[in-house]
């Protein structure tokens, strides 16, 4: 017996309890939650075990829909990639769970909390072990529901219900594209199965298999936060902070770059959808780290760095370097959980402070968030030899030989991140404090069961990538391992060229935090310079390029005027013309049929014979 | 002398006679006004039974091929015990003096009648198929008047044994033309005659027909149930809303499709026909209806119409979905039944009315009745929804389009009433305060149905496949 079903079952029981009986269960929440997720990461080790050696297979957990010859089971694909991810989203998922016990103490909602988290981790345990496209679709939905029951956890504040709000409508516009590429899908092959699909579609035209990739990445750019369906993420910070080190940065954004390196088959038949997500995946890399640059809230900066970090996955995938992408997706869901967790720790720390502006000097008062902090950052702005060093550097070379205007793109991103990574550091941690007396007074370090998650994701960053991500001449150890499911390149990291692409981006890097050192260490800052539009371009990057605003003013104004039009003439006098017209002659209906039941049972017998010898009539007739 | 294979074959009859003369005994030996006793043997007898049709598995004819234990007679025998283990359990803690002080005569009469059910269930002749259809019947007749001091009661007692006589006389009068014309009571021979075409043998079939439409309610034959159903006891009604026609649809599958082969596909006009009928009579006048039970005895009609049409598709996979669908219809409306019967109890009125902010003074009980009436109503994820689905999609694989579309149609209809019932749970202010006591054991009968629509509604596969494979062997 396999302990597969354990993966999702668990955390869907704890969620089911919670719910259930969240009243009783209260402040003890955490003591059904977590365990639930230490439980299935356990079971993700024992499964990961399992295609250690190469294997794959497939298994039915539950066989659920039957109609005679149509039978729809929940079949689960499990190979090296399911592997990976499933240990990623149950074990940084355990962490989160964990650091949630002391993050969300005190809030009246804890059982609730819980509940929509474990929820969250079977949806995206099933989502990863799904074997078909619509499983996939199915819980690809999910993970956005529970991202929209989290971000609006808070739902008396109106900032966090507009956001969830937003989360969910921004991404329904990529799940439309997503399940209309299932649906062509299906109609193209007549199979959603993994397997026969890429076993499929060698017989489909280049032109179908684009028209088909594209949609699906649609659902990616939606999911992941690309251009142009990034805007809703940096809003999505209104959730708790360990919701949006789990969901919004960790697992459930990266749900887009599983699905194209899952989908290789098919987006490699295309060729063009390829390259859109390469040059989409580029060109959201830069475009929000640039954004990230100036933001002041100290989760935006990390929720800009999360779409731009998802840019250079998306870049690596379209380029075929699918190992580097999900190897990146790795390191980068330890080093921004921990990021995350860590401005978490702050937010707890200054009760519930956000602005960089007003933060500085926590330094000595926060000492493990700080040391862990700094190994985060490190590792996002990729310091050698810590884990993000070795996952860029990997994408950097790959674009290096394959695209050189967008190795030029994202070694320029490359500078930027190291930039703003290390602005946060500076600004939160050190120089001079500049928050009011009576807050600095109360500034306190995190709990132990919140510092020790950051403790194990910094030790993660620290040895992730010199464990598995050192290349070699046949690829890294990681790429070596998902070779069963990607093809193994190698090559890119031999000779002259490869030394000194590795000394460039050390180069960059060091540049990035040195310019960041000059402008924010090496003179006091004052709060009110920071965040305030100097130039038109700092403004234009403080708002985000005016996005959202022009979304506003072309399709969300336009639309709820038309469905205002809709609404008032449409519905009311035509559809709920037609449909009171219908109920008003089925009662006339029914008053008149009522009548038969007189009550005599002479009349009872009476038409019983009526019926008889109508029965009797017709048939003999025929 | 019995041979071992004839008690193989009867175990159940066997076990429930005996249960009956213990019922008996226990009645003649108690003494006092109070004889609550009996009803507890009589269920735990049941239950005992129920385990036991479990353990049974198919055996040879017996009785000269007159009496089979097959698939489908087990999988009937099973529906049989555990609609009646839920009826028993809920009318345990009546608390009407008569349930007390009759007890006795109450659980005899039940029992029998469903002797007369599991008899009926695997009875391959005609004579055999009559008698037990009496057995089971004529019970029904007495049990309808039990509370004989009420008037209505006694009332609708004797119309619907006046209209039970009148629906006898016109299947025995037609089963005697098919003896007449296969000069056999056998059923494998009735069906060879009826395959060979001769009219005599249908014209015989289709005045049965008139019996069997009758038992089951359809559409024009329905007339006593509404007068039946509002003025006999709620747990008895909840109990013959369900098991009498499950009886009903064994026999017609009996009748009229095993050994039939292609010539089942005679009986869709008349089957597509009645099932129109009962579909449009039956949700058409649940709509006004004021009374809870009344409601569900009109939209129970409207049920039988469903299952008609799984019954029009006349194959294999139609038998095994109106199967499905009984046994989603036990847990549906004998749910409902008990929540009326419940909230009867304190409440002293049986109209939707009396249910008004239910959700507020039992939000547990109001749950429950929303989940039985969302089944009865199709909505998906409970039982109703798949019962509903699987007629639709059996009748649809022979190309009846046409009743699958009216069928959908009316279930909006329906859906419209079931849901007014739960408005006045849920939307409507209570017109009184505090809970709504439930006897233990009516709280458990709830329970079952409860945990019945919900296990059906989330994993049907395991019933329907079962259900799928007693089917097979009649075509």
């Given at each position: 017996?396999?302990?597969?079903?354990?993966?999702?079952?668990?955390?869907?029981?704890?969620?089911?309890?919670?719910?259930?009986?969240?009243?009783?269960?209260g402040?003890?929440?955490?003591?059904?939650?977590?365990?639930?997720?230490?439980?299935?990461?356990?079971?993700?080790?024992?499964?990961?075990?399992?295609?250690?050696?190469?294997?794959?297979?497939?298994?039915?957990?539950?066989?659920?829909?039957?109609?005679?010859?149509?039978?729809?089971?929940?079949?689960?694909?499990?190979?090296?990639?399911?592997?990976?991810?499933?240990?990623?989203?149950?074990?940084?998922?355990?962490?989160?769970?964990l650091?949630?016990a002391?993050?969300?103490?005190?809030?009246?909602?804890?059982?609730?909390?819980?509940?929509?988290?474990?929820?969250?981790?079977?949806?995206?345990?099933?989502?990863?072990?799904?074997?078909?496209?619509?499983?996939?679709?199915?819980?690809?939905?999910?993970?956005?529901?529970?991202?929209?029951?989290?971000?609006?956890?808070?739902?008396?504040?109106?900032?966090?219900?507009?956001?969830?709000?937003?989360?969910?409508?921004?991404?329904?516009?990529?799940?439309f594209?997503f399940?209309?590429?299932?649906?062509?899908?299906?109609?193209?092959?007549?199979?959603?199965?993994?397997?026969?699909?890429?076993?499929?579609?060698?017989?489909?035209?280049?032109?179908?298999?684009?028209?088909?990739?594209?949609?699906?990445?649609?659902?990616?750019?939606?999911?992941?936060?690309?251009?142009?369906?990034?805007?809703?993420?940096?809003?999505?910070?209104?959730?708790?902070?360990?919701?949006?080190?789990?969901?919004?940065?960790?697992t459930?954004?990266?749900?887009?770059?599983?699905?194209?390196?899952?989908?290789?088959?098919?987006?490699?038949?295309?060729?063009?959808?390829?390259?859109?997500?390469?040059?989409?995946?580029?060109?959201?890399?830069?475009?929000?780290a640039?954004?990230?640059?100036?933001?002041?809230?100290?989760?935006?900066?990390?929720?800009?760095?999360?779409?731009?970090?998802?840019?250079?996955?998306?870049?690596?995938?379209?380029?075929?370097?699918?190992?580097?992408?999900?190897?990146?997706?790795?390191?980068?869901?330890?080093?921004?959980?921990?990021?995350?967790?860590?401005?978490?720790?702050?937010?707890?720390?200054?009760?519930?402070?956000?602005?960089?502006?007003?933060?500085?000097?926590?330094?000595?008062?926060?000492?493990?968030?700080?040391?862990?902090?700094?190994?985060?950052?490190?590792?996002?702005?990729?310091?050698p030899?810590?884990?993000?060093?070795?996952?860029?550097?990997?994408?950097?070379?790959?674009?290096?030989?394959?695209?050189?205007?967008?190795?030029?793109?994202?070694?320029?991103?490359?500078?930027?991140?190291?930039?703003?990574?290390?602005?946060?550091?500076?600004?939160?941690?050190?120089?001079?404090?500049?928050?009011?007396?009576?807050?600095?007074?109360?500034?306190?370090?995190?709990?132990?069961?919140?510092t020790?998650?950051?403790?194990?994701?910094?030790?993660?960053?620290?040895?992730?990538?010199?464990?598995?991500?050192?290349?070699?001449?046949?690829?890294?150890?990681?790429?070596?391992?998902?070779?069963?499911?990607?093809?193994?390149?190698?090559g890119?990291h031999?000779?002259?060229?490869?030394?000194?692409?590795?000394i460039l981006?050390?180069?960059?890097?060091?540049?990035?935090?040195?310019?960041?050192?000059?402008?924010?260490?090496?003179?006091?800052?004052?709060?009110?310079?920071?965040?305030?539009?100097?130039?038109?371009?700092?403004?234009?990057?403080?708002?985000?390029?005016?996005?959202?605003?022009?979304?506003?003013?072309?399709?969300?104004?336009?639309?709820?005027a038309?469905?205002?039009?809709?609404?008032?003439?449409?519905?009311?006098?035509?559809?709920?013309?037609?449909v009171?017209?219908?109920?008003?002659?089925?009662?006339?209906?029914?008053?008149?049929?009522?009548?038969?039941?007189?009550?005599y049972?002479?009349?009872?017998?009476?038409?019983?014979?009526?019926?008889?010898?109508?029965?009797?009539?017709?048939?003999?007739?025929? | 002398?019995?041979t071992?294979?004839?008690?193989?074959?009867?175990?159940?009859?066997?076990?429930?006679?005996?249960?009956?003369?213990?019922?008996?005994?226990?009645?003649?030996?108690?003494?006092?006004?109070?004889?609550?006793?009996?009803?507890?043997?009589?269920?735990?007898?049941?239950l005992?039974?129920?385990?036991?049709?479990?353990?049974?598995?198919?055996?040879?004819?017996?009785?000269?091929?007159?009496?089979?234990?097959?698939?489908?007679?087990?999988?009937?025998?099973?529906?049989?015990?555990?609609a009646?283990?839920?009826?028993?359990?809920?009318?345990?803690?009546?608390?009407e003096?008569?349930?007390?002080?009759?007890a006795?005569?109450?659980?005899?009469?039940?029992?029998?009648?469903?002797?007369?059910?599991?008899?009926l269930?695997?009875?391959?002749?005609?004579?055999?198929?009559?008698?037990?259809?009496?057995?089971?019947?004529?019970?029904?007749?007495?049990?309808?008047?039990?509370?004989?001091?009420?008037?209505?009661?006694?009332?609708?007692a004797?119309?619907?044994?006046?209209?039970?006589?009148?629906?006898?006389?016109?299947?025995?009068?037609?089963?005697?033309?098919?003896?007449?014309?296969?000069?056999?009571?056998?059923?494998?021979?009735?069906?060879?005659?009826?395959?060979?075409?001769?009219?005599?043998?249908?014209?015989?079939?289709?005045?049965?027909?008139?019996?069997?439409?009758?038992?089951?309610?359809?559409?024009?034959?329905?007339?006593?149930?509404?007068?039946?159903?509002?003025?006999?006891?709620?747990?008895?009604?909840?109990?013959?809303?369900?098991?009498?026609?499950?009886?009903?649809?064994?026999a017609?599958?009996?009748?009229?499709?095993?050994?039939?082969?292609?010539?089942?596909?005679?009986?869709?006009?008349?089957?597509?026909?009645?099932?129109?009928?009962?579909?449009?009579?039956?949700?058409?006048?649940?709509?006004?209806?004021?009374?809870?039970?009344?409601?569900?005895?009109?939209?129970?009609?409207?049920?039988?119409?469903?299952?008609?049409?799984?019954?029009?598709?006349?194959?294999?996979?139609?038998?095994?979905?109106?199967?499905?669908?009984?046994?989603?219809?036990?847990?549906?409306?004998m749910?409902?039944?008990?929540?009326?019967?419940?909230?009867?109890?304190?409440?002293?009125?049986?109209?939707?009315?009396?249910?008004?902010?239910?959700a507020?003074?039992?939000?547990?009980?109001?749950?429950?009745?929303?989940?039985?009436?969302?089944?009865?109503?199709?909505?998906?994820?409970?039982?109703?929804?798949?019962?509903?689905?699987?007629?639709?999609?059996?009748?649809?694989?022979?190309?009846?389009?046409?009743?699958?579309?009216?069928?959908?149609?009316?279930?909006?209809?329906?859906?419209?009433?079931?849901?007014?019932?739960?408005?006045?749970?849920?939307?409507?202010?209570?017109?009184?305060?505090?809970?709504?006591?439930?006897?233990?054991?009516?709280?458990?009968?709830?329970?079952?149905c409860?945990?019945?629509?919900?296990?059906?509604?989330?994993?049907?596969k395991p019933?329907?496949?079962?259900a799928?494979?007693v089917?097979?062997?009649?075509?």
């Amino acid at each position: 017996m396999s302990t597969l079903w354990l993966i999702p079952a668990l955390p869907l029981a704890g969620a089911l309890l919670n719910v259930l009986f969240g009243n009783l269960i209260g402040r003890w929440a955490h003591w059904i939650a977590v365990p639930a997720l230490a439980g299935s990461f356990l079971a993700s080790c024992a499964v990961f075990a399992r295609v250690w050696d190469g294997g794959s297979f497939t298994s039915t957990l539950f066989a659920w829909i039957v109609a005679g010859d149509f039978e729809t089971s929940v079949v689960a694909h499990v190979d090296q990639l399911t592997a990976v991810m499933l240990l990623v989203v149950t074990g940084v998922g355990a962490l989160i769970h964990l650091y949630s016990a002391g993050y969300m103490h005190d809030d009246p909602g804890y059982a609730r909390y819980f509940a929509y988290l474990n929820l969250f981790v079977f949806s995206m345990t099933m989502l990863v072990l799904a074997g078909d496209f619509l499983l996939l679709y199915v819980f690809w939905e999910a993970v956005g529901l529970c991202s929209y029951l989290l971000i609006g956890f808070w739902y008396t504040r109106p900032a966090a219900a507009q956001a969830g709000k937003k989360a969910f409508v921004v991404n329904r516009v990529g799940d439309f594209g997503f399940g209309l590429g299932v649906m062509w899908l299906w109609s193209a092959l007549g199979t959603l199965e993994y397997r026969a699909v890429f076993k499929g579609v060698e017989t489909l035209s280049p032109a179908t298999a684009t028209g088909i990739a594209l949609l699906l990445f649609m659902g990616a750019c939606g999911k992941s936060a690309q251009l142009p369906l990034h805007t809703w993420l940096p809003d999505a910070m209104e959730g708790p902070t360990p919701v949006s080190a789990l969901i919004h940065a960790a697992t459930m954004v990266t749900a887009g770059v599983y699905m194209v390196a899952r989908s290789h088959a098919l987006f490699e038949r295309s060729g063009t959808a390829l390259e859109v997500v390469a040059w989409v995946g580029a060109a959201t890399a830069i475009f929000a780290a640039t954004i990230g640059l100036v933001q002041t809230d100290i989760k935006r900066v990390l929720a800009y760095s999360t779409v731009s970090q998802l840019g250079y996955m998306f870049a690596a995938v379209g380029l075929g370097a699918y190992a580097a992408g999900i190897f990146h997706l790795v390191t980068h869901a330890f080093f921004k959980a921990l990021l995350f967790l860590g401005a978490g720790s702050v937010i707890h720390g200054m009760g519930g402070e956000q602005d960089l502006r007003k933060m500085g000097g926590l330094a000595p008062r926060m000492v493990t968030t700080t040391i862990t902090m700094t190994i985060g950052a490190a590792g996002l702005a990729g310091v050698p030899f810590l884990a993000g060093f070795f996952s860029k550097d990997e994408i950097l070379a790959v674009a290096f030989h394959g695209q050189r205007v967008m190795w030029a793109i994202l070694l320029l991103g490359a500078f930027l991140t190291a930039f703003y990574t290390f602005r946060l550091l500076f600004l939160a941690f050190f120089g001079a404090p500049r928050m009011s007396k009576d807050a600095a007074h109360h500034v306190h370090e995190a709990p132990a069961v919140m510092t020790l998650p950051l403790t194990v994701l910094a030790a993660l960053t620290v040895v992730a990538g010199l464990a598995v991500g050192i290349p070699s001449e046949h690829g890294t150890p990681f790429a070596r391992f998902l070779g069963p499911v990607f093809p193994v390149r190698g090559g890119e990291h031999s000779g002259f060229v490869a030394y000194m692409l590795v000394i460039l981006s050390v180069v960059v890097v060091a540049a990035g935090i040195t310019l960041a050192w000059f402008v924010y260490m090496s003179t006091p800052v004052r709060a009110e310079a920071v965040g305030r539009p100097r130039t038109p371009l700092h403004a234009l990057l403080l708002n985000a390029y005016y996005v959202d605003r022009l979304y506003d003013a072309a399709v969300v104004r336009p639309l709820l005027a038309l469905s205002g039009v809709l609404a008032r003439a449409f519905d009311l006098g035509v559809i709920d013309g037609l449909v009171n017209g219908l109920g008003r002659a089925v009662v006339a209906g029914a008053v008149a049929l009522r009548r038969l039941q007189t009550g005599y049972v002479v009349n009872y017998a009476l038409t019983m014979l009526a019926g008889a010898v109508v029965v009797l009539a017709f048939l003999l007739s025929r | 002398m019995p041979t071992p294979d004839i008690v193989r074959a009867l175990l159940l009859e066997l076990g429930l006679a005996a249960l009956l003369l213990l019922v008996f005994a226990a009645n003649l030996g108690l003494r006092g006004a109070d004889r609550r006793v009996v009803g507890w043997i009589a269920t735990g007898g049941v239950l005992v039974l129920g385990f036991t049709s479990f353990l049974v598995a198919p055996a040879p004819a017996a009785l000269g091929g007159m009496f089979v234990q097959d698939g489908l007679a087990i999988f009937a025998k099973r529906l049989f015990l555990g609609a009646t283990l839920i009826g028993l359990l809920a009318s345990l803690g009546e608390p009407e003096v008569a349930f007390a002080r009759r007890a006795g005569e109450y659980h005899l009469l039940l029992l029998s009648s469903l002797l007369g059910m599991l008899v009926l269930a695997s009875a391959r002749d005609v004579i055999l198929l009559f008698v037990a259809f009496e057995l089971m019947s004529i019970p029904l007749y007495v049990l309808a008047g039990f509370l004989k001091r009420r008037d209505e009661a006694v009332e609708a007692a004797l119309k619907f044994f006046l209209v039970g006589s009148v629906s006898s006389a016109v299947m025995a009068y037609g089963l005697s033309f098919v003896y007449g014309a296969a000069r056999s009571t056998d059923l494998a021979k009735v069906a060879q005659a009826a395959a060979s075409g001769q009219p005599l043998v249908t014209l015989g079939l289709l005045a049965a027909f008139a019996g069997f439409a009758f038992k089951i309610a359809a559409f024009p034959f329905h007339m006593w149930v509404p007068d039946t159903y509002e003025a006999a006891s709620t747990p008895f009604v909840a109990w013959l809303s369900v098991a009498p026609k499950a009886a009903g649809f064994v026999a017609l599958f009996r009748v009229y499709f095993e050994g039939a082969g292609e010539r089942a596909a005679a009986w869709i006009p008349v089957a597509a026909g009645l099932a129109t009928l009962t579909i449009v009579a039956g949700n058409l006048m649940a709509l006004p209806q004021q009374n809870t039970k009344r409601l569900l005895a009109y939209s129970g009609i409207a049920h039988i119409g469903y299952m008609l049409v799984g019954f029009a598709a006349a194959s294999a996979s139609g038998v095994a979905m109106v199967l499905f669908y009984l046994v989603a219809y036990v847990f549906g409306n004998m749910g409902a039944f008990l929540v009326v019967e419940a909230v009867a109890r304190t409440e002293g009125s049986e109209s939707t009315a009396a249910l008004r902010g239910l959700a507020q003074r039992s939000p547990l009980l109001a749950l429950a009745m929303l989940l039985f009436l969302l089944s009865l109503g199709g909505v998906p994820f409970v039982a109703g929804f798949w019962a509903k689905l699987y007629v639709f999609w059996a009748a649809a694989t022979v190309g009846l389009y046409w009743l699958v579309l009216l069928g959908a149609v009316l279930t909006v209809v329906a859906l419209f009433y079931y849901l007014l019932v739960a408005k006045r749970m849920y939307i409507e202010p209570p017109e009184r305060t505090g809970r709504v006591r439930l006897s233990p054991t009516l709280a458990a009968a709830v329970l079952l149905c409860v945990a019945g629509v919900l296990v059906l509604g989330v994993y049907p596969k395991p019933l329907v496949m079962a259900a799928l494979r007693v089917a097979a062997p009649l075509f």
